[in-house]
């Protein structure tokens, strides 16, 4: 999990997993968005890749020809179609655009470690491009466009803390470190199997050991096998054992319910640490939207909503900013009269700055909670469809499609959708991670794997320490039969 882009080329079946995996009318953020190239051309996109479609949303063909090979590099957060005529896509993998000589999707080369873009915009025929860390302008030139990395200024309030979430995630991962301590992570994860596989042959081949000796058998290799495992399993863990335990520990946070204790937190970068950047917005930016009718930029993040001159570009913060999830915002769209779309798993809000007005998108009510956090009984939307006559069509994360504000119906998905449309290794590997595959057959329930394995884990290492200390350590009984003594 430490190596998400090594491992992107390997791909998944859905239908391998439990039913709640598989794509249901177009849910599990299969879709985030769509965009209009011609009368009768959509392309659709989200975590299925990109999809050519006609007005009707009926037939589906593949549009992701160019994109390296695998479901997660073809994940797409944002499209545009500059007035030139020019496609861009904003990808897990990179930024894009579209070749429509050899009909292919090219990659833009830009400066700076972060891949994932998230945002786009043109204004006239200068190009805003946005990842999780840095703004890029240039002039929309196609295939042939060159990106000049902006580093923005600090937002009101910064005083260079993280979230404590996230320090505990990258002390959890490795990556408070960079690629070192990621490797660092990688041989605990090592040294944790071998303590695993070790102690197992420790406890168990003593009486595999006795059933052959009743039946006069030969135990040699069997018990030069428990006495290596012995010796290895107490040294190692003797020299790891706190390290294992703050892998365990950390864990542990990363999860519901010990994850709402440090979800708000803010804290000081470790110093010399990964998280200590000059760069006030590192990992902070999600999403961008050109707000014509006020000619300004404004950009999304973990922070909140910023308002930016498209020619300054210095941000600003904007009051009575309607709710957005922690996981972030799915929906950033102009709407009419002053209004704009925000849609997070917090719900589909119309928010209009300047009156400081925020209502539900479906009901018309005013917000009664306006900030952050999740009001009860709201939608979890990771996107917006726009259909013929401007209807529009909430997407759900659990549900799929709803229409919003209207009756009119939305196509399901194809079957060939579904087929191609596979989960990606290292999604496997964090639902697996995180004990969120067994919510299927224990429901709520799988929330408590984590810490409950988190304990275990922390209480076996622990209690083998001090058994050490006190039995073996002191006086080992088998060290003359080992060639020790």
Request: hydrophobic residues 40%; proline residues 5%.
């Amino acid at each position: 999990m430490n190596h998400r882009e090594l491992f992107s080329g390997i791909d998944f079946d859905r239908r391998i997993m439990p039913s709640n995996y598989e794509y249901h009318n177009w849910n599990n953020a299969a879709l985030k968005g769509n965009l209009a190239i011609g009368e009768d051309s959509v392309l659709v996109f989200g975590n299925i890749g990109i999809w050519l479609t006609d007005s009707s949303f009926n037939r589906y063909s593949r549009f992701d020809e160019g994109f390296p090979k695998g479901i997660d590099n073809r994940k797409i957060f944002d499209l545009l179609k500059t007035p030139d005529g020019n496609l861009y896509a904003a990808a897990f993998s990179g930024l894009y655009a579209y070749d429509r000589t050899d009909n292919r999707w090219v990659i833009i080369q830009t400066e700076g470690r972060e891949k994932r873009f998230v945002g786009l915009e043109c204004i006239g025929d200068t190009l805003f491009a946005l990842n999780r860390s840095h703004l890029f302008t240039g002039t929309s030139d196609g295939t042939d466009s060159e990106l000049t990395i902006r580093v923005l200024d600090p937002y009101p309030g910064y005083n260079n803390k993280v979230t404590l979430l996230e320090t505990v995630w990258q002390i959890h991962s490795g990556e408070i470190f960079g690629i070192p301590g990621k490797v660092y992570v990688d041989l605990l994860g090592l040294i944790v199997i071998f303590l695993s596989a070790t102690g197992i042959i420790w406890f168990f081949f003593p009486g595999w050991i006795k059933r052959r000796l009743l039946k006069k058998r030969e135990t040699s290799a069997l018990a030069s096998t428990r006495r290596w495992s012995r010796i290895w399993h107490n040294k190692v863990g003797a020299w790891t054992f706190v390290l294992i335990v703050v892998l365990f520990l950390t864990g542990m946070f990363l999860r519901p319910p010990l994850l709402i204790a440090i979800g708000n937190s803010k804290v000081l970068p470790v110093k010399f640490a990964h998280l200590d950047q000059p760069n006030p917005w590192y990992d902070k930016m999600r999403d961008l939207l050109y707000d014509h009718e006020r000619n300004r930029l404004l950009m999304a993040g973990s922070e909140g909503i910023f308002s930016m001159d498209p020619h300054v570009l210095k941000p600003h913060a904007i009051e009575g900013q309607p709710p957005v999830s922690v996981m972030g915002i799915t929906v950033f769209e102009n709407y009419r009269d002053g209004y704009l779309l925000i849609g997070s798993f917090s719900g589909l809000w119309l928010w209009h700055p300047e009156r400081n007005e925020v209502l539900d998108f479906i009901t018309g009510k005013p917000c009664e909670a306006p900030g952050r956090g999740r009001p009860a009984d709201y939608f979890t939307v990771s996107g917006m469809l726009t259909g013929k006559e401007m209807k529009r069509y909430l997407i759900d994360y659990n549900i799929g499609v709803i229409p919003a504000g209207h009756t009119a119906s939305f196509p399901g998905m194809p079957e060939n959708i579904m087929r191609e449309s596979r989960i990606s290794f290292w999604n496997l590997s964090l639902e697996i991670h995180t004990g969120r595959i067994f919510e299927k057959f224990i429901s709520g329930f799988y929330i408590l794997i984590v810490p409950l394995a988190g304990l275990t884990g922390i209480t076996v290492v622990i209690s083998g320490y001090i058994l050490w200390r006190r039995k073996y350590r002191k006086k080992d009984p088998d060290r003359t039969h080992d060639g020790q003594g």
